[in-house]
């Protein structure tokens, strides 16, 4: 067996009144690609920012190419070869392609940028990854398939050992998908351990070596990929066995066919944004919309919800005709929408769990009312929004919105 590159032992790691880690053991190959899987509010997360030194390790060690190391931030972690890459880019559009690469480690003489030696660093970077684009050109007017390549190159340059990819693939399309993986197994094959999470099952099987479980801050145990069938995968990541997931899907509809929609939309349209598009959603009953990126998921929710005004078609709310004038309509008519964009449409981040579900309540219905829809993941609703990840991260941002009581929601990947 190979020797790991990384090894993290008992890690353990709590938060107000929340045990998000529990005695997890993980480890790392050189050379390989491993799954880090689990539900949201699994761990996954955390784990991630104990290992890149965003959070304190409450308990456990971690071993890194045979030395401990306790890192007490994320540029100790970069500059001890573990480097990360996250769902949301942390880069700046408004700079070149060369720039963001090299941002706070630009080659100096006499105190002054030497940007010939930036562009052409960067330049052999991105050839060494079979990207060929301008790097003198603004990130921004590149696809985000093209800034996760460039922010993968800024990881890279500072000598990674340790390659974090963080849901990478969310908002790839399936050809940037696979220029994506083309990266990964050259990184691969250059020795660099890669850690990759990501919602996308499909995805897992063809990229992952190994994968690591986790479910409720535990470790549920570490496989070979090709020792694990799908569906055992989901088992272990939610909890029941193979007959109950069956049982599952025989599950009879909850509703007639002759009952009267909850929402039905008729040739509902937007010019330059979606094409007419007819949908029923009935009571008790889950409506998954299914698309390549850019294909208009998003605007259909938006029209449902009234964010963005349809000038096509007809919508009946409860089997009588309404004009989605807005959101205030829609709530009107307890229609919900979470956006799939939390950070800058769903929540505040520097205000409370209180404090952001106050915002979007009524004052006659208290704030103390949607948190047990969404389960308590809090000790007290006072605590920041910053101290919740995954899972608990959405609680209170369903919560802000009417979703936590209303009949009809909304919700766009996220």
Known sequence: MTEAILTMTGISKEFPGVKALSEVDFRLVPGEVHALMGENGAGKSTLIKVLTGVYDIDQGSIVLDGQPVEFTGPLQAQHSG?????????????????ENIFIGREPRVFGHIRWSTVERRARELLRRLQIDIDVSAMLGTYSLAVQQMVAIARAIDIDAKVLVLDEPTSSLDAGEVQQLFRVMRQLKQEGIAILFVTHFLDQVYEIADRITVLRNGRLVGEYPTSELTLIDLIGKMIGKELEVLERLEERPKRFQEDDVPLVDARELGRKGAVAPFSLTIHKGEVVGLAGLLGSGRT????????????????????????????????????????????????????????????????????WT???????????????SRRWTSGRPTRRPWCATSPAATSRRCCWPAG
């Open 82 to 98: 573990i480097s990360t890459v996250y769902q949301e880019i942390n880069l700046c559009p408004n700079l070149s392609v060369a």
């Open 299 to 366: 605007e259909v929710a938006r029209l449902l919800y009234g964010a963005d005004r349809a000038d096509h078609g007809q919508l009946a709310v409860d089997g009588r005709p309404v004009t989605m004038r807005g959101p205030r309509t829609a709530m009107a008519h307890d229609i919900a929408f979470c956006s799939e964009n939390r950070r800058t449409e769903g929540l505040i981040e520097e205000l409370t769990v209180r404090e952001n579900i106050i915002l979007a309540m009524q004052a006659t219905r208290g």
């Open 369 to 383: 009312r949607p948190i047990p829809a969404g389960a308590r993941t809090t000790s007290s609703p006072s605590t």
